[in-house]
């Protein structure tokens, strides 16, 4: 990994860490409640170790947040790491022992134990000892407690909190084969203080680009989110929601695996959703994707919108209105958004070529370029005929698409030394072994008999054994079976068919009977 992508991970973990103080509205009781609890935490870091968070080490973080943004939060690398400089070695060694002995003895514990001893650990810093007894391996084993009960809660203002999570769509004709249906995908946010919806639309997936184009709406409609609470699901911890989050200064944070009830605002929205809008859907006659949406925006905007909330007393978009007044709904740029949201992936430019390719396309760059490992920045829900390339955190060029054709410039064709090809002779015993091979073959097969079926005797053969006569459709159907297919032998084709007749009888799909001659087939030829 490169070292600019390990700074730009760790920046946007030590964002997350300090996402709670930075962007939610906390009064003073709410800032030392919310500070506890990131201290009390263990977290992940990017390279892949269990570490917790001085309290020193969090009011650096915030102070270079807020002095300088993201671009802050990196280059911090201790010139001292991996020395134990500020504890003696006689006080390391006793610390090391008491917390083996009992794991869930805290820093303060063991300190009290020292003194107990009549060790004076009174210069000793109570991080410094914690970091050293963890890079040891003897993390603090915390204390289980019982689960308590839930209790109702919402945030004060709009825009304080996001809900975000997917959820089963409805069901409408699948465009890649219009008999059959398929299941669409609702991807979803939701206003914790007001239940407005600040966007939904159904996708034919779940996937990133799906999620990163609904709250790119989302962000445009109804402005920035202080914080953003998603589902456990894979898309939400993708590297490109993190890094939007942070570029947008959003704090972005995760339901309790198994533990629903944290998101119940939005749970009971797709409640609603599924009890009022999808009972009237399935019935509409949705012939597509388009119809669907413009069908759930009306009703969104007209009836879930205007209803009266019970825990409001008032309209969610009522209860919007008032909080926009007041201020408390910070818009930002489409620019701004755009560029936050935007995707990074790394390619290797062809040698020879120079060009790339990104999602089934083509790009040209620059010949400098050619043969080097570039980052390709682009919009993963809208790719345009044009993409970023950044080497080495510099922008080099916005590299345009190109489609190969007909017209080709020979002046940029590189001159080559031509040579001359080599003139190969003509073995006599050469060729009296390749007409001794092909009169043995045909030798061979001389009293080898094959009879082929043609294409009416085939589809006479289908309409005997299913005793009944074909439609239009079906004999084209057949016919361009047997294009695909043969050549086939009379009594290959009757032992496959009889098989599955004998099985399923007569009343299938004529594709189906297709089907089980095409894998009988296919295993005799292999």
């Not at 303060?108 to 914690?130: F, Q, V």
């Not at 639309?201 to 790119?216: I, K, V």
């Not at 390719?357 to 044009?386: C, H, I, M, W």
């Not at 189906?512 to 894998?519: A, E, L």
Request: aromatic share 8%; with cysteine; charged share 30%.
């Amino acid at each position: 990994m490169k070292k600019e992508d390990k700074r730009q991970k760790w920046a946007e973990f030590r964002f997350g860490v300090i996402a709670p103080l930075v962007c939610r509205r906390l009064d003073e009781a709410e800032w030392r409640a919310a500070k506890c609890e990131i201290l009390s935490q263990v977290y992940v870091a990017p390279d892949g170790k269990e570490k917790r968070i001085a309290d020193r080490t969090m009011r650096e973080w915030i102070a270079r947040y807020k002095t300088h943004g993201l671009d802050g939060l990196t280059r911090m690398i201790r010139k001292d790491k991996g020395s134990l400089k500020a504890i003696p070695e006689s006080i390391a060694a006793e610390a090391y022992k008491l917390r083996g002995e009992l794991r869930t003895r805290s820093i303060n514990g063991i300190l009290a134990h020292l003194r107990t001893k009549d060790i004076d650990a009174s210069t000793i810093s109570k991080t410094t000892l914690n970091r050293y007894l963890n890079s040891q391996g003897l993390e603090r084993q915390r204390i289980k407690i019982e689960k308590g009960t839930f209790q109702r809660w919402q945030k004060e203002h709009a825009n304080d909190l996001w809900q975000a999570d997917t959820s089963g769509g409805v069901w409408i004709p699948n465009p890649a084969n219009p008999k059959e249906k398929k299941q669409t995908r609702l991807v979803s946010f939701i206003d914790d203080a007001t239940r407005v919806c600040p966007h939904a639309e159904f996708y034919w997936d779940e996937q990133l680009p799906s999620l990163l184009d609904c709250f790119r709406k989302a962000l445009m409609k109804r402005g920035k989110p202080r914080r953003l609470l998603c589902d456990n699901a894979f898309i939400y911890h993708s590297r490109a929601l993190k890094s939007a989050c942070a570029h947008l200064g959003v704090e972005l944070s995760f339901c309790k695996a198994y533990f629903p009830e944290g998101k119940g605002k939005i749970e009971k929205h797709y409640g609603t959703a599924k009890s009022r809008f999808y009972e009237e859907a399935k019935h509409a006659g949705l012939r597509n994707l388009d119809e669907l949406n413009k069908f759930w925006f009306a009703w969104l905007t007209r009836e879930y919108h205007h209803a009266n909330h019970s825990a409001l007393n008032m309209t969610p978009i009522q209860r919007w209105a008032a909080d926009e007044e007041q201020g408390f709904v910070e818009q930002v740029s489409n620019e701004k958004i755009r560029r936050a949201l935007m995707v990074k992936e790394t390619r290797k430019a062809h040698i020879r070529t120079a060009l790339i390719r990104l999602n089934n396309r083509t790009f040209q760059l620059k010949p400098e370029l050619a043969g080097k490992t570039v980052d390709v920045v682009y919009e993963p829900f809208k790719l345009r005929d044009s993409v970023e390339i950044w080497l080495d955190g510099v922008m080099m060029q916005v590299a345009k698409e190109v489609v190969p054709g007909a017209n080709i410039d020979f002046t940029r064709k590189p001159e080559r030394n031509r040579v001359r090809r080599e003139i190969v002779p003509v073995l006599a015993s050469s060729r009296e072994y390749k007409n001794a091979m092909i009169a043995g073959h045909h030798g061979e097969s001389a009293g080898i008999r094959r009879e082929y079926m043609t294409e009416t005797e085939f589809s006479a053969l289908v309409t005997q054994m299913l005793q009944r006569e074909t439609s239009q459709a079906e004999a084209d159907y057949l016919s361009k079976f047997y294009t695909e297919n043969m050549p086939f032998t009379l009594q290959r084709a009757e032992f496959l068919l009889s098989q599955i007749v004998s099985t399923k009888g007569n009343k299938l799909h004529i594709r189906s009977y297709c089907q089980h001659v095409s894998q009988g087939l296919s295993q005799q030829r292999s």
